[in-house]
């Protein structure tokens, strides 16, 4: 994290709540290690997310633009079996769950999303991984 902005609150589902507690990232997250997330299949599902954001009242996705690996992700969204279509699909089908198990979730990861990141509309996401 940059110098200047302020903590963020990660954003936990119920479940994850009961698991973790909380998770404050003030400078550098407290869970990141040299080879990744220390959390492992514990990992929060908004960090799984990131940098993409998904607003549940218009069904639609965002990115953080200030994420340096966006340019790639996005030239990958066009690639069938690329790593960000795979990663795309995923969130997709967690979102599908989370509306059925935990819609609060998605509505409150959305407004600290909304608030934290300048975001702006992932293109291509609607073709990926549709039924």
Do not use: W
């Not at 110098?3 to 994850?16: D, K, N, R, Y």
């Not at 089908?93 to 609060?104: A, T, V």
């Not at 409150?108 to 300048?118: A, G, H, K, P, R």
Request: net charge neutral.
């Amino acid at each position: 994290m940059t110098p200047g902005f302020p903590a963020l609150e990660i954003t936990l589902t119920s479940q994850e709540q009961k698991k973790l507690g909380s998770i404050c990232v003030e400078s550098n997250c407290p869970h990141l290690g040299v080879s990744g997330c220390t959390l492992g299949p514990d990992k929060p599902f908004s960090c799984h997310l990131y940098p993409l954001v998904y607003s549940p009242s218009k069904k639609t996705y965002h990115y953080d633009t200030d994420c340096p690996v966006m340019p790639t992700y996005i030239q990958q969204l066009k690639v069938k079996g690329s790593e960000a279509q795979v990663h795309l699909q995923g969130i997709k089908k967690s979102i599908e769950r989370l509306e059925l198990k935990d819609p609060e979730f998605l509505i409150n990861n959305f407004e600290v999303d909304q608030s934290y990141f300048e975001i702006k509309k992932l293109p291509h996401s609607n073709s990926i991984g549709n039924k």
